[in-house]
């Protein structure tokens, strides 16, 4: 689960930008689900005292305040298979789909079926 635990008004507003976004689409997103997943790619970077992960190693600070929808396919193991942009993050995006489909790993899908087709939200804010 994500928490916003700030109440600072810059990272409001970032967040407040996403919402609208989804709110603004949703219609795209009725017919599908959102999934959980994690990203296989986390490590604790002990000299910087974070944690980090291979996007921000290859995209760096140009991250700051992205996020992106993305609407996917998963294999039987919960791999994606097939991916395609909803909405973009204004970066290299061939490279932020590889990196998507190296990475991230849907968590266990209840009542999944053959071919569905899911939405993944990515959120670059931290």
């Known amino acids: 689960m994500f928490q916003i635990n700030t109440n600072d008004s810059k990272t409001i507003d970032n967040y407040s930008k996403q919402f609208s976004y989804l709110?603004?689409?949703?219609?795209i997103f009725k017919d599908f689900k959102f999934i959980n997943y994690y990203d296989s790619s986390v490590k604790?970077?002990?000299l910087n005292n974070i944690l980090t992960n291979e996007f921000k190693s290859t995209f760096g600070q140009k991250l700051k305040n992205k996020f992106g929808v993305y609407k996917i396919k998963?294999?039987?193991e919960?791999?994606?298979?097939?991916?395609n942009s909803i909405k973009k993050t204004g970066l290299?995006?061939?490279?932020?789909?590889t990196l998507?489909?190296?990475n991230i790993k849907a968590k266990y899908l209840?009542?999944?079926s053959?071919?569905?087709e899911y939405l993944l939200f990515l959120d670059f804010n931290s």
């Open 100 to 102: 998507i489909k190296k």
């Open 78 to 83: 919960n791999n994606i298979i097939e991916i």
């Open 110 to 112: 209840f009542n999944k």
């Open 92 to 97: 290299n995006e061939r490279k932020i789909l």
């Open 114 to 116: 053959p071919n569905s």
């Open 44 to 46: 604790f970077d002990e």
């Open 74 to 76: 998963l294999d039987s």
């Open 23 to 27: 709110e603004k689409n949703n219609l």
